[in-house]
């Protein structure tokens, strides 16, 4: 059995958060168990962009905070590291988003030190089980003695949901990103770049910030959802398994975790994971949006693939909302978006939704491509 720990926990504060993840720890053998004095620990917070911790976009600061400080506490040095999604001439923001999300702030004040992925250099790893693949990953992740993936629960329009396994993504520096994205054009196939990815840096534990999470148009243009849930395990696939089902949906459903299922690379089936902690099974999230239609990437059948086409979406710009940022521009892998105009080719776009997901302004809405869908969803 793998255990997952769910704790309930409704406040940033540090002093009841680090009570909580004191508690939840403890079902998973205590801190001694992972972190030893003098060790480097990297926190792989989720810093999708600049965003700040209110929007629930990002691992919130002050669940940062209350991490580096226990693990200061422990004599370990402690680093923070991620590296934004996206572009801006040729830029990732990720230095931005250390600001505006509250963590160079955090850093400071709790005597961490701040590692931004596109500056720090990257080394080349290929997966154990399938070594013709290379990735080009950050340094510090494999500089650090222990690596603590620090996820949020959130939605994705995508991929419907992005938790502690997705978030392994911000580990590729800047631009390299969007090749990936590239050469995974649909979701399932996307999934075996994260699953690879995964393999490679293989943290040694799993924390996830569900105190507010984000619901509808994640991963940044959805809404904060009071959920008041700290997830732990050393298993992603397991947290992220009950992270899903308190959402009501089904892991084996979404074609971003196919390929990890199929090689066998965590607990995903529900009856043998040991959730311990708060609850002995899932919690659901009353009233909790997930998107509305999920991205399918394999076809099956003659029906099934018209109702793919009926349920198809596309990314559409809002010129109104736009602030003329050329984000969507610079970091969409296929160049399909122009710049003067921010048209979409469509012709050209792969629909891999990282002009949704990047546009800080949530100028870019995802809307069906079929007339009568748009009426029936009022898109
Ligand atoms: S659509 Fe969004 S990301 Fe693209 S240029 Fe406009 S504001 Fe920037
Ligand atoms: S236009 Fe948007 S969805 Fe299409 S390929 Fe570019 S980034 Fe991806």
């Known amino acids: 059995m793998t255990d997952v720990v769910c704790m309930d926990c409704a406040s940033y504060e540090t002093p009841a958060l680090i009570e909580k993840l004191e508690a939840g720890m403890a079902f998973l053998g205590g801190w001694d168990s992972f972190a030893k004095p003098g060790m480097k620990v990297l926190l792989k917070v989720n810093l999708i962009g600049p965003k ?128 990936y994205h590239r050469i995974a054009p649909n979701t399932h196939e996307f999934g075996r770049i994260i699953a690879d990815i995964n393999l490679c840096v293989r943290p040694g534990l799993h924390i996830m910030d569900g105190i507010v999470a984000m619901q509808g148009r994640g991963p940044t243009a959805g809404t904060p ?24 949906v089904e892991l084996a459903g979404l074609p971003i975790f196919d390929s990890a299922r199929e090689r066998d690379l965590g607990q995903w089936r529900l009856p043998a994971i040991h959730l311990v902690g708060d609850h002995a099974t899932p919690p659901p999230l009353p009233g909790f949006e997930v998107p509305k239609a999920m991205k399918v990437g394999a076809t099956g059948g003659r029906f099934f693939g018209v109702m793919i086409n009926f349920m198809k979406r596309r990314p559409v710009v809002d010129l109104a909302a736009c602030k003329d940022c050329g984000a969507c521009v610079e970091s969409c892998p296929v160049k399909a978006i122009d710049r003067p105009t921010k048209r979409i080719d469509y012709t050209a776009c792969i629909e891999c939704l990282c002009c949704h997901e990047l546009c800080m302004h949530e100028a870019i809405a995802i809307k069906p491509t079929n007339r009568l869908m748009a009426l029936l969803s009022r898109s």
Request: hydrophobic letters at 45%; proline letters at 5%; charged letters at 25%.
């Open 225 to 248: 959802y009071p959920s008041g849930k700290i997830l732990f395990s050393t298993d992603p696939l397991a947290l992220d398994a009950v992270a899903c089902a308190m959402l009501g």
């Open 52 to 179: 700040a911790s209110q929007t629930a976009a990002v691992t919130h600061c002050e669940f940062v905070r209350a991490v580096v400080r226990i693990l200061k506490g422990r004599g370990c040095e402690v680093w923070i590291g991620d590296s934004a999604g996206g572009a801006i001439a040729g830029i990732a923001p990720t230095e931005r988003g250390f600001e505006v999300s509250g963590l160079a702030r955090i850093a400071a004040e709790e005597g961490a030190l701040l590692k931004n992925f596109e500056r720090e250099g990257s080394v080349e790893r290929r997966p154990a089980d399938s070594g013709d693949r290379a990735y080009f990953l950050a340094k510090p992740l494999f500089d650090a003695d222990l690596v603590i993936n620090l996820p949020k629960l959130k939605t994705h329009s995508a991929a419907t949901y992005t938790g502690a396994f997705k978030n392994l993504f911000g580990c590729v520096p800047g631009l390299k990103k969007a090749e």
